[in-house]
């Protein structure tokens, strides 16, 4: 990439990312916005598999591992999604306090 | 300089947009945020010659789970009341937790000498990749699908009234 952009910015730029899908899910109290923070750290990491894939020669292992990665995304936000619907259903709210029926 | 230019706008769009799904007091506002930084990673990866991910990611996460999310905060009631649709507890313990890793990471960053191979000329990666799931990365490719069957029955079971009844 001739324009001077190196491997250090994406890394960079994939490390803010991730530190901020990191604050979402410490901070939200909301499951849905949970598991925005979880798509958040999957692209950053995904990020992280491009640019590693393209510095490092252009193989393609990085990118196959990234259609992985978005795969298993894509199964556990579904999941994710229907276990917050069923949630609301039983609990009125989705608020992830509210679910402690589990507490001892 | 071109490249420069295209990278810091579309990392500006990316960065900014996760900040707002971060920070927004409205879950609403949230969903839609993702969506900036969902487009804004789609430019990464065309700036990483990675044109099959860059489309990939552009159906499966822009078309398909970005839409999910919002149809389940659309379904779920209380949207209006920021008080109880985004709620957020503990701001600033999380931001230190967080600071702390980013500090750690970006010095594991900048001390690291990371291996780069000589710069080569981007080509369509479609074919290569296609001839790779069928080849080496056959299993995984193969177990990759019984788990989205698994996923699709999951959740279909976990949602669905009459089961839990």
Redesign the interface.
């Known amino acids: 990439m001739g324009g001077g952009i190196t491997l250090n910015d994406f890394l960079v730029l994939s490390l803010i990312i991730f530190s901020l899908g990191l604050v979402t899910v410490l901070t939200r109290r909301n499951a849905i916005g949970i598991l925005m923070g979880v798509e958040l750290i999957l692209n950053s990491a995904n990020i992280n598999y491009l640019a590693f894939a393209y510095y490092g020669g252009g193989k393609y292992d990085g990118q196959i591992f990234a259609i992985f990665v978005i795969m298993l995304a894509a199964a556990e936000a579904v999941i994710g999604l229907a276990v917050v619907l069923a949630i609301y259903q039983n609990f009125k709210t989705i608020d992830v306090d509210a679910a402690e029926t589990l507490r001892g | ?4 230019v295209i ?1 810091y706008a579309l ?1 500006a769009l ?2 900014g947009s ?2 707002l ?3 927004s007091r409205n ?1 609403v506002y ?2 839609f945020a ?1 969506l900036g ?2 487009m804004g ?1 789609v430019g ?2 065309i ?4 044109d ?2 860059a489309m ?2 552009l159906l ?2 822009v078309g ?2 970005l839409v ?2 919002i ?3 659309m ?2 009631a ?1 949207i209006a009341d920021v008080k ?8 600033g ?3 230190v ?3 702390v ?2 500090i750690v ?2 010095y594991a ?2 001390r690291t000498q ?7 000329t ?2 369509p ?1 479609t074919y ?2 296609g001839n ?2 069928l080849g080496d ?1 056959v299993l ?1 490719f193969e177990v ?1 699908s019984l ?2 069957l698994a ?2 029955i ?3 079971v ?2 669905s ?1 009459e089961v ?1 009844e």
Request: glycine content about 6%.
């Open positions: 300089m071109l490249a420069q990278f990392a990316t960065v996760a900040a799904v971060a920070f879950i949230s969903t993702l930084a969902l990673v990464i990866y700036l990483l010659a990675a099959f991910v990939v990611q499966v996460y398909g789970i999910l999310t149809f389940a905060v379904l779920t209380g109880v649709s985004n709620r957020t507890v503990g701001t313990p999380a931001i937790v967080a600071g890793a980013a990471m970006l960053v900048m990371w291996h780069q191979a000589a710069a080569f981007p080509a990666t290569a990749i790779a799931f990365y995984p990759a788990v989205l996923a699709l999951g959740a279909i976990i949602s009234h839990r």
